[in-house]
């Protein structure tokens, strides 16, 4: 991907042919979309639940329809294997379909129940109402998946969107774009293609809320600019995501699995494995299993058959992979596999397994994105839970064994936002599961009913049926006080002897009309 004179250039990272160009929106690009999103909120705030739901069920209706096209752009734009491609795109048809049929569910007026005697008489209640214009920006890895998740749930929710994707992936968000063309209203849903410049002319302009999922240098910058203008954010950040293998694993299992969780897109994931701890007497038995299965992976182009790992999506990203690799080979790590570029057409490297690896390489501090798995020997579970939190990372994490109550457990103790036990990644295309970090790996929730509470404001609505004055307005009754410290020993007393004397007290000192 380059750019000049203001557009962009996409290229397949396979094999460095040209597939488009797109331009790099500016600030009064920007300010025009958020500007038609404004003014189409009302009309799309207006249609409701049901309304809405019938639009976005026929935007995926066109997307199952073209569904082979966006699968293979998407191979082809992204480098991921087709099969890979296909499962964003199911995705993507399940969060349109999930938030089309449950928000009016997931938000309706809750409500509230007050014992206290003081607010007798009263209807409370919680409602929703969108948020506004939300400025989505999205990566290249899941450019669908990632996406959808987000926006489905902000337009569903009565919100419209303007959404700036990855520069690395733009033909892909101009084809979803247009499959949206003629169903969603004007300006319901605007798309801002371009680089790092046009995402900070999102963040400068009139928006509401910002989902941002990506690196979390970039993250700390988004958290910046929205917290100057004090609007609210969800961010999805980085991972370094260790995997803890049980003394009783299945190690033909753990090895299927572990493999498929650390090179599945090439390891270009936020929830791939980049730390595996094992105990030490499984070292050789995982380790050989492992080194087996990664050996017989196919790697190659996108699209040719029966391709497991595809190319890195750029220059730049190989060139971190290898430099994190060879930081490590310096200071004394031992690879099993891999370790290099492959010496062909496009930006592929080797799938990778490395020990013998220390907190002082940059590749067990910094986040990989890339097809590298290093396996750490340790002397106890508790070993691996104590390094496993040790980390300023906390997306996602995974525990391996046949106890599942022991794994539960385990699970129970890592500091991650999502922990999966013998299985990984999955439920990041399910609607219904949130996702989202501790720590560095983010701030709040895409994807279930939490994600879709991220998009609207809560209101509290209070109501006084009795007719009556509230007790504690003026003027102040003679027993106003005698009643509120009966309130407080019936609600609040130390024995039942107590709150049964605070009660009589209510009823002697109860306001008159």
Wanted: glycine fraction near 10%.
């Amino acid at each position: 991907m380059t750019q000049a004179a203001q557009t962009l250039h996409s290229y397949d990272p396979g094999n460095g042919e040209l597939l488009g160009e797109a331009p790099v929106c500016g600030v009064a690009e920007t300010r025009e979309a958020v500007a038609a999103a404004r003014a189409a909120l009302p009309t799309w705030r207006d249609l409701g639940y049901a309304g809405r739901g019938r639009l976005l069920l026929r935007w995926r209706d066109r997307i199952r329809d073209d569904h082979r096209g966006l699968a293979e752009l998407l191979s082809r734009e992204n480098g991921k294997p087709l099969a890979d491609a296909l499962t964003e795109v199911l995705s993507a048809c399940e969060f349109l379909a999930y938030y089309a049929k449950h928000s009016s569910r997931i938000l309706a007026d809750r409500p509230i129940s007050v014992p206290n005697p003081v607010m007798r008489n009263a209807k409370t209640f919680l409602t929703y109402e969108p948020k506004g214009v939300i400025g989505v920006i999205t990566p290249w890895n899941y450019p669908l998946l990632l996406s959808m998740s987000s926006i489905a749930a902000a337009l569903a929710a009565g919100n419209t969107v303007v959404h700036k994707p990855s520069e690395w992936t733009p033909m892909l968000a101009t084809r979803l774009d247009r499959l949206a063309q003629g169903i969603l209203p004007p300006g319901v849903l605007g798309l801002l293609t371009g680089d790092g410049s046009t995402g900070a002319a999102l963040l400068d302009a009139e928006i509401d809320h910002v989902c941002f999922t990506g690196g979390v240098a970039t993250g700390i910058k988004v958290a910046e600019r929205a917290a100057a203008k004090l609007i609210s954010v969800t961010l999805e950040l980085g991972g370094k995501d260790a995997a803890v293998v049980m003394p009783d694993a299945d190690l033909d299992f753990t090895a299927r699995g572990v493999v498929w969780s650390a090179f599945s897109n090439s390891g270009q994931a936020c929830a791939s494995i980049e730390r595996l701890y094992v105990p030490r007497e499984l070292m050789p038995g995982l380790s050989e299993r492992i080194l087996r299965r990664v050996e017989a992976l196919t790697v190659g182009h996108a699209l040719d058959p029966g391709v497991e790992v595809g190319p890195i999506i750029s220059e730049r990203q190989l060139a971190t992979i290898d430099a994190q690799v060879q930081d490590a080979i310096a200071k004394g790590a031992k690879v099993l596999l891999g370790g290099k570029r492959l010496p062909r057409p496009g930006t592929y490297y080797a799938p990778t397994v490395i020990t013998e690896v220390t907190s002082e390489m940059l590749l067990m501090r910094e986040e990989t994105f890339g097809p590298v798995l290093p396996i750490i020997p340790v002397e106890s579970v508790e070993e691996a839970i104590r390094l496993a939190n040790d980390s300023p990372f906390g997306l996602n994490a995974s525990v391996w064994g046949r106890d599942l109550d022991a794994a539960e457990k385990v699970a129970r103790r890592l500091e991650a936002g999502t922990i999966w036990v013998n299985t990984g990644l999955d439920t990041y295309g399910v609607p219904q599961t949130p996702r989202g970090g501790f720590k560095l790996g983010g701030l709040g929730k895409v994807g279930g009913e939490a994600g879709l509470l991220e998009l609207v404001e809560s209101k509290l609505i209070d109501m006084n049926r009795s007719g009556r004055a509230r007790p504690f307005w003026y003027p102040a009754g003679r027993g106003l006080s005698d009643f509120l410290e009966g309130s407080l020993m019936a609600l609040h007393g130390s024995s039942l002897r107590q709150r049964m004397a605070g009660a009589l007290t209510l009823l002697r000192n109860r306001p008159r009309p």
